[in-house]
């Protein structure tokens, strides 16, 4: 057993590591990076690449990949996105860090190649040597983590509290300008606060790698773990996340010591610690009647001054004035355009293309459940694409093992995922936006590992094949009932938006306490949102698999539906066209990389959809609203001048005499 609590200790002190490092960049710079594990599995990557590819030494590898490359990504990942999410919402934080994260992982595999790796080397010296101690073998890997953590945790602390450089951090934290006025200058303290917050990433993904593999999902879920000590920490306390490390990576050893290493359940209950601990989490902070939010912010009331403010206020006063002056074919035009070709489309594709387009007919009415909580509801869950998968595995139960006729039953798997929403709506009403989207995120994980692992559903890993209606058995006519559902929804969306609930979401999610003073209750607009959401998902989730003719677990896992949020907010998350148009880009973007161009270039797609997601710090509309918005000035502008010619000519000399 003491075997199993000392490796518990070397898991748990990654995972403190990880919360140190993530505890520090949100206190510094309100940012809380969702790329962490991304940044780990690039760093770690790097170090295989230059360890075993190319054949250098322990230390070489270790000081190009931590020294050199950890800390320069840092800057340049500061200078390139974080200087500017420093006062950006909190979804526009979350959306480009998770755009970042789906990025980094494909760019590793672009420069480093997509090989198979099966044992990936730590910082200790091959063969590691083993002590033994009272008994107990201890390997050098384990000796570095150990002293790893005590630097990182120990020094660091010291360093924070009683040293100069510590003091110009809490400085900055407090007030960027004052820090300013005293000499010392942000930007600086900024670029040394993400330079090390880098090391720690690929400091934790080289000592990680050796345990959980070189696999991005695989580091996805080692965050995830951090991210449970982050919530328990309430974000900002560097030595409660350090404890509950600790207690999960106990807890997580225990777990293999008392269940038999055979059992499935062993496995399902190590995924779940992280959700566990946050439940106790939440239980803990009710009771309480703690205060949850994340609405604190960075710096002071000088800071708050001197920053200029009404630019959205402005450009949303523009865009209505800019509608309110268009007749309707001109403000609707985009939509109609696209509506149009979308019918079309089926027409003028085969094959494999037309396959294709079914299916991203059909997930683009998952995205327009993204669009619905997240666009209109302004709150970040991650776990939209568990709903799906809950519609989709159930409609398949339903239409195959129970005969239910087909439509009928994706009806059912949207109503079967609608009070799973309503709870986890429940569960985090009175949470701010950051832990919102922690706590989703685990549950997503947790969904994919404990639920949809069920032998009902994987069928042996073939999944469960389902029928189309007899009317729509062909792709082109199946695609046109997808099209038919998704305008359907489409239409509820926008209709919802422009009513007097649409109205009181706008409030909502533009400011909580000016709803209540305007007597708007807040807690019921953001219920009724989850579990729309959660109902539009389930039915997506369910015409996907009718689409795709069989129902696989693994079509559902949550890093997908980051891909899937990415893909959706930067093209446009309040429009419900671009829901369309991502589902669209999403499926046959790649197909086209794939078939056009090299192999080499196979991530690309995944880099673009991580890069887009990543300009929402630059233009939070997404490329389609911006665009739209473009092309319909540029309409007004025509009409305008051909008005104006009119008038001319009707008050000219020749018009007078005439």
Known sequence: MVQYIIAGLVLGGIYAISSSGLVVTYE?????????GSIAFFIARLYYFLNIQHNMGITVSAVLSLVVAAPALGILLYFALFRFLRLSSSLVKVV??????????????????????????????????????AGVPITMDQVIVYISVILTVVVGGLVLRFTEVGLRVRAMVDSPAMTSLSGTNPVRVSVGVWAVSTFFAGLAG???????????????????????????????????????????????SLIQYYLPSSSVWTSRMITAVPFLFIAIFLVYNLILRRDLSDSTKVGSALDAAIEPHGQGVLESSEAAVLDASMGFIAR????????????????????????LLVQAYALGIVFLAITLVTGEGGMIWLCQITFAGIGGLWTAQLATDYHWPVLLAVLAGGLIALPVGLLVGFLTIRLGGLYVALITLTFALLMESLYFTQGRFSNGGLGVNVLRPSFATSDRAFAYVCLFVFILVALFVVNLRRSTTGMALDAVRSSEPGARTLGIS????????????????????GMLVVAQTAAQPVNYSTFLGVVWLAVVVSIGIRSSIAALVAGITFLVFPQLVTTYLPTAWSQIPVILFGLGAIGVAKFPQGTVEQNGEKFRRILLKQAKKRSDKKELALTSPQGEAT
Do not use: C, E
Not at 103 to 119: C, E, K, M, R
């Open 28 to 36: 510094s710079s309100g940012i809380l990076n969702f790329a962490f």
């Open 96 to 133: 480009a860090t998770l755009g970042l994260s789906v990025a980094l992982p494909a760019v590793a595999t672009t420069l480093f190649g997509n090989i198979s790796i099966l044992v990936a080397p730590g910082l200790a010296p091959q063969p590691v040597h083993v002590f033994m101690v």
């Open 206 to 252: 080289i000592l990680a790698a050796p345990i959980i593999g070189l696999d991005s999902q695989h580091f996805t879920l080692l965050v995830a773990a951090a991210f449970a000590a982050v919530v328990a920490a309430r974000l900002r306390s560097i030595p409660i996340a350090v404890m509950v490390s600790f207690a999960m990576g106990i807890a997580t």
């Open 332 to 355: 609707y035009s985009g939509p109609i355009v696209v509506a149009i070709i979308a019918m079309v489309l089926p027409f003028l594709m085969s094959g494999v293309w037309l396959t």
């Open 522 to 541: 807040v807690v019921q607009m953001k219920i009724v949102v989850a579990g729309l959401a959660a109902l539009l998902a389930g039915i997506g989730g």
